[in-house]
């Protein structure tokens, strides 16, 4: 990159640009692309003391307490402990080490029959998905309250 002008590359893929997500790559078109800039662009999120997503797995039912732990990179896993909770932007099979030794699961994207969901109920652990920015409002280490009935994570001092 070093000594190249860029300026051009970079104002074509704020137009559309392919993105690589594991194994596949996607080219989006100028609306996603708007979406995602926008989406992943911290400045665009207020702070939230409160998350909502889908329950797509009550555990036991119980409602959680503990520590957020953000996982980005599946193949970082080793970095997770055991009882953490896990958030991820969504989870794929290279996350089930971490998803394994987790309390809870919370996710940015998917639904009912997403990956994270099938594997928490697989393994019983309480999991919530489709919270739209959990993985840009919560930040390692944070202590939140899982309400796991009603699909609501609450931030704790």
């Keep these: ?70 996982l980005l990179d599946p193949t970082k896993n080793e970095e997770f402990k055991e009882g953490e909770i896990l958030v991820a932007p969504m989870t794929s099979p290279e996350y089930i080490f971490a998803m394994r030794k987790s309390a809870a699961i919370i996710t940015d994207e998917g639904g009912l029959t997403s990956h994270a969901a099938i594997v928490s109920r697989e393994l019983g652990i309480p999991c919530i998905v489709g919270t739209q920015i959990a993985t840009k409002v919560l930040k390692d280490n944070d202590k939140v309250l899982i309400d796991i009935k009603n699909g609501r994570i609450e931030k704790l001092p």
């Design 1 to 70: 990159i070093k000594g190249k002008e860029l300026r051009a590359k970079i104002a074509e893929r704020k137009r559309g640009f392919g993105m690589q997500f594991f194994h596949t790559c996607k080219e989006f078109s100028p609306e996603e692309t708007a979406y995602l800039w926008n989406a992943y662009d911290p400045s665009s999120v207020e702070s939230t003391p409160e998350l909502k997503g889908t329950v797509a797995c009550k555990g036991d039912g119980k409602k959680i307490t503990g520590r957020i732990h953000i």
